[in-house]
């Protein structure tokens, strides 16, 4: 697939098949998150796939309940509040898989780092006929020493990027773009620019 068909093609999908996602592939996606550039090439990156569905209820219990009493600005919009005490509401949409991308530790530009591989890794998953969508509703209790236990993972380490995968069941909403605001500075390109803005839906 063409770089831009799949930038272009790649959604927050939330509503996926039941179909479990194949071993090889899982493992074609840490790939080519790991292909993602990183600062001083550190890698800093740890990928946690988790497949089991009672950990992806538990972690989904558990991280809305923490949402729910944190001060977050999300916490505090009556949507949020109402979708989180929603107990039908799955945080993961029932996807069969959650790559976790965590840095090893939270240096100056490990969170840059790991999210370059999550963008890596969504992109390679549009390829491959996948849905994915990052939960930041999930950060902040798997940032919990707690959260971090459930996942093996040390104390030390910063999750970054909690990403479902799955295959979709259907296509997403349109969602519209807002157009660049961009600042020419200097002499302007002759060329056209090869990325036009998303028109509106
Ligand atoms: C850092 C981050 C956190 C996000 N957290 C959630 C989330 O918790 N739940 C959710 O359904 N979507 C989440 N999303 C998906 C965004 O809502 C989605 O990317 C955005 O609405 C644009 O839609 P698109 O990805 O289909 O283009 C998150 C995206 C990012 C980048």
Redesign the pocket.
């Known amino acids: 697939m063409e770089i831009l068909e799949a930038i272009r093609r790649r959604?927050?999908v939330?509503d996926y098949l039941p179909d479990p996602v194949a071993l090889t592939t899982l493992r074609h996606l840490v790939t080519a998150a790991s292909w993602a550039p990183s600062a001083m090439n550190e890698q800093p990156w740890h990928f946690t796939v988790v497949t089991e569905k009672a950990l992806l209820d538990d972690i989904s219990v558990r991280s809305k309940a923490w949402m729910l009493q944190s001060a977050s600005d999300m916490a505090t919009s009556d949507h949020f509040r109402d979708l989180l005490k929603d107990t039908h509401f799955h945080l993961f949409y029932n996807a069969p898989a959650l790559i976790v991308i965590s840095a090893t530790a939270k240096t100056q530009w490990s969170v840059e780092d790991c999210s370059l591989a999550s963008q890596n890794l969504m992109l390679a998953a549009v390829d491959r006929g996948l849905g994915s969508?990052?939960?930041?509703?999930a950060q902040g209790w798997l940032n919990t020493n707690e959260g971090r236990e459930c996942l093996g993972l040390p104390p030390s380490s910063c999750v970054v990027a909690p990403i479902i995968i799955g295959y979709p069941r259907s296509e997403?909403p349109p969602?519209s773009r807002k157009a660049p605001i961009v600042t020419w500075i200097g002499a302007l390109p002759v060329d056209e620019p090869k990325l036009q803005a998303a028109p509106s839906p």
């Open positions: 959604r927050a939330r969508c990052w939960i930041g509703f997403a969602v």
